[in-house]
Nanobody, 123 residues
Framework: QVQLVESGGGSVQTGGSLRLSCAAS????????MAWFRQAPGKEREGVAIIDSDGDTNYADSVKGRFTISQDKAKNTLFLQMNSLKPEDSAMYYC?????????????????WGRGTQVTVSS
């Protein structure tokens, strides 16, 4: 049974940084496409960043230059380094995965989800 568990969320002030982690378990060879999504109250879930097994990445325009997605494939762990945080970054952040090597930054593409970790940025 595959499972994703996020950690690292918290409360910071504007301009601060956080590093989210997502531990994947139950995979024989590891997922080939992983992603971070976020959802704020009353808003649709947004694809923040994706990374495939080759390390190719794609980001939402709203986080480019501030967020960095990375992975430790040996440990099946995904990271999201978030710098220069803004109040509009406040949301529940979810880790998602799919075994397929094709990586698309759309929530319907992913079939395994974590429960989320809350990020709150105060002004």
């Amino acid at each position: 049974q595959v499972q994703l568990v996020e950690s690292g969320g918290g409360s910071v002030q504007t301009g601060g940084s956080l590093r989210l982690s997502c531990a994947a378990s139950g995979y024989t060879y590891g997922p080939n496409c992983m992603a971070w999504f976020r959802q704020a109250p009353g808003k649709e879930r947004e694809g923040v960043a994706i990374i495939d097994s080759d390390g190719d990445t794609n980001y939402a325009d709203s986080v480019k230059g501030r967020f960095t997605i990375s992975q430790d494939k040996a440990k099946n762990t995904l990271f999201l380094q978030m710098n220069s945080l803004k109040p509009e970054d406040s949301a529940m952040y979810y880790c998602a995965a799919r075994a397929n090597n094709i990586c698309i930054r759309q929530q319907d593409w992913f079939n395994v989800w974590g429960r989320g970790t809350q990020v709150t940025v105060s002004s």
